[in-house]
């Protein structure tokens, strides 16, 4: 497991839409995807899981990653909530 925190910086936050389109990207990893904020944590596959989160703009996040490729994949996924833009 490897796990690293980062902060939303999105001015919108991680809303609906945006949440949808990172739910599909994390489709394509074999590894599991959380995300941890506070105590409540969210699969990251599951938009529904990750909107509970209410992930807004200065949210600090952790992302965990479990599985053969996990460094790998958490490299990418938070260069990918890094760059998320509306």
Do not use: W
């Not at 991680?14 to 394509?28: E, G, I, K, L, W």
């Not at 944590?41 to 200065?58: F, I, P, Q, R, V």
């Amino acid at each position: 497991m490897v796990e690293q925190k980062i902060q939303i910086k999105n001015k919108t936050g991680m809303h609906a839409s945006v949440s949808a389109q990172f739910v599909a990207y994390t489709h394509q990893f074999h590894d599991e995807i959380y995300l941890v904020k506070e105590n409540q944590t969210a699969n990251a596959k599951s938009l529904l899981n990750l909107l509970m989160l209410g992930l807004d703009c200065g949210s600090e996040v952790l992302v965990r990653v479990e599985g053969p490729t996990e460094e790998k994949t958490l490299k990418r996924v938070l260069f990918y909530i890094e760059n998320i833009d509306d």
